[in-house]
C-alpha cells in the first residue's frame, strides 16, 4: 500500500514555462517532505524539503507548496529549463526529529523541458 | 569531498548466485542507508546502519539479503542465492548528525 503517491508518471512542459509536480500523501504522521531529482545512472539528488509546520518553501526557481489537509504537496519549477528534465521523486518523513530519518518516496514524475 | 560510491554499477548473475554490492559513504558520516527500486516502483527502504549497529532493518525483503557495516566505515550488502525478483537498483546513501540524505549512484543488479 503506498503512502506517497505521484499519480502523472510524465510530464512534459515548454522552456520557460511553469513546471508542476503533484504528490499526495496518506499518512497524517508525515511531518517532512522533500523532493528528489534524478538524471539517469546517478543517484537521487536533495532538491528541497519542506516541514509540516509551514505552507510554502521556496529555492531559487523552485518552490514547494504543502497542502496539510488535502495531504498534497506539489513542486513548482519557474522558469522551467531544459536541464531540468529528469525524475523527480516525492519524499516524506515520519519523526523527522529521531535518529532514523527513514524516507517514503514516491514512484517518480518523469519531467521533460522541450526547448 | 568525494561523495557515496556504489560498486559495481552493474552486476549480472544468475538465479542461484550471489552477489556482494558495497558502499563507502561520505566520510565522518555515521549514519549509512540502503534502498531499493525495482523497475517501474518506488524507491524503497531497506536499512538503516549508525555506525556498525542496525538501527531499523525492517524493509530488508527476506532472509536472503544480508547487510554489515564492519567497523562503521563501508557496508555490504549481500543476496544470497539470488532470485529473479531480487532485480533493481540498490542504492545507498549516507548522512551526517543532521541534514539531508546524499544517495550514490546505484548498484543496478540483474538477475538472470
Known amino acids: 500500500d503506498q503512502q506517497v503517491k505521484q499519480n502523472s508518471p510524465s510530464l512534459s512542459v515548454q522552456e520557460g514555462r511553469i513546471s508542476i509536480l503533484n504528490c499526495d500523501y496518506t499518512n497524517s504522521m508525515f511531518d517532512y517532505f522533500l523532493w528528489y531529482k534524478k538524471y539517469p545512472a546517478e543517484g537521487p539528488t536533495f532538491l528541497i524539503s519542506i516541514s509540516s509546520i509551514k505552507d510554502k518553501n521556496e529555492d531559487g526557481r523552485f518552490t514547494v507548496f504543502l497542502n496539510k489537509s488535502a495531504k498534497h504537496l506539489s513542486l513548482h519549477i519557474v522558469p522551467s529549463q531544459p536541464g531540468d528534465s529528469a525524475v523527480y521523486f516525492c519524499a516524506a518523513i515520519l519523526n523527522s526529529g529521531g535518529s532514523n530519518y527513514k524516507l517514503t518516496f514516491g514512484k517518480g514524475t518523469l519531467l521533460t523541458v522541450n526547448p | 569531498e568525494a561523495g557515496v560510491t556504489q560498486f559495481p554499477s552493474h552486476s549480472v548473475i544468475e538465479k542461484g548466485q550471489t552477489v556482494t554490492l558495497r558502499c563507502d559513504p561520505i566520510s565522518g558520516h555515521d549514519n549509512l542507508y540502503w534502498y531499493r527500486r525495482v523497475m517501474g516502483k518506488e524507491i524503497k527502504f531497506l536499512l538503516h546502519?549508525?555506525?556498525?549497529?542496525?538501527?531499523?532493518e525492517s524493509g530488508m525483503p527476506n532472509n536472503r539479503f544480508l547487510a554489515e557495516r564492519t567497523g562503521g566505515t563501508y557496508s555490504t550488502l549481500k543476496v544470497q542465492p539470488a532470485e529473479l525478483e531480487d532485480s533493481g537498483v540498490y542504492f545507498c546513501?549516507?548522512?551526517?548528525?543532521?541534514?539531508?540524505?546524499?544517495f550514490g549512484e546505484g548498484s543496478r543488479l540483474t538477475v538472470l
Open positions: 546513501a549516507s548522512r551526517g548528525g543532521t541534514g539531508e540524505l546524499f
Open positions: 546502519f549508525v555506525k556498525e549497529s542496525k538501527q531499523d
